[in-house]
């Protein structure tokens, strides 16, 4: 198996005109970024999270993070691990008394828990091949807006030819 490669959240956008929400990685050390699709839910509580706002409650990822502690658990990282027929899946990987526990998540909810307790972020380069988008940003403003204007136009059906 191939090492995993550093990603970076970039935040959680709005695909337009559907207004789906779209999860937004990006290579650490590339150009390349990974548009994940999401629930609404849980951009919420990714953008919460990012935005370093305490709802009066907590979230369900804020649940999970504390039980996580409680139970003397830590979260190490999430892998976005395959792409199958349209659908990312991801691993929470976490330590608990030096043991490494996996538990197999969608990477939205994984991500929202990583962004709650700074958890680093990878993705298999297999699945970045597949569904990530290159995109040279060498100071160029016109580059990141034609990337804005792409965000805005895609619907998930694009990827169908490209996704195996």
Known sequence: ??????????????????????????????????PIWIGANEATAIALALEG????RPLTHDLLKMVAETLGAKVDRVVVTNLED???FADLVMTRNGEEVIVS?????AIALAARTDAPLFAAPEVIDEAGVEIQLDGQEEEIERFREFLDDVVPEDFEGHIK
């Open 1 to 34: 198996m191939t090492e995993p490669v550093p990603m970076n959240l970039v935040g959680v956008r709005i695909e337009l005109p559907t207004n789906t929400p779209i999860l937004l990685l990006k290579e650490t050390s590339g150009t390349r970024y990974l």
């Open 53 to 56: 706002v305490q709802p009066q």
């Open 86 to 88: 349209g659908t990312f």
């Open 105 to 109: 998540s969608r990477p939205s909810d």
